[in-house]
């Protein structure tokens, strides 16, 4: 079992930065696996950036290539989504999700991830 905590949402004016972390608790191999989602008032969640170990195997949706980075940080089991030049279109609840080794083809799909954090509200508005 793994417990998410993520924190660092707030209000950000258009092209402003923002970084959100997500603390993990629980069982390392849990971890393996870690995302960003999102999900804006009547969209689907939609994927955000992923990083698996063993690689590095880190992706990103096209809509944030280049302006948003995660990292993780192994001693303190914390992963990290930096985001910079931030859009009035990133506005939404981002959640960070963990699951055990998944393959590639998977990174990108909410239903593979078995751990969810409650959630933190990104609003991007002047």
């Known amino acids: 079992q793994v417990q998410l905590v993520e924190s660092g949402g707030g209000l950000v004016a258009p092209g402003g930065s923002v970084r959100l972390a997500c603390k993990a608790s629980?069982?390392?191999?849990?971890?393996?696996?870690m995302a960003w989602f999102r999900e804006a008032p009547g969209k689907e969640r939609e994927f955000v950036a992923c990083?698996?170990?063993?690689?590095?195997?880190?992706y990103y949706a096209d809509t944030v290539k280049g302006r948003f980075t995660v990292s993780r940080d192994s001693a303190e089991n914390a992963f990290y989504l930096q985001m910079n030049d931030l859009k009035p279109e990133d506005t939404a609840v981002y959640y960070c999700a963990s699951h055990r080794r998944l393959i590639l083809s998977a990174l990108r799909e909410a239903s593979h991830y078995g751990y969810w954090g409650q959630g933190t509200q990104v609003t991007v508005s002047s």
């Open positions: 990083d698996r170990r063993g690689g590095p195997y880190t």
């Open positions: 629980g069982r390392t191999e849990d971890t393996y696996t």
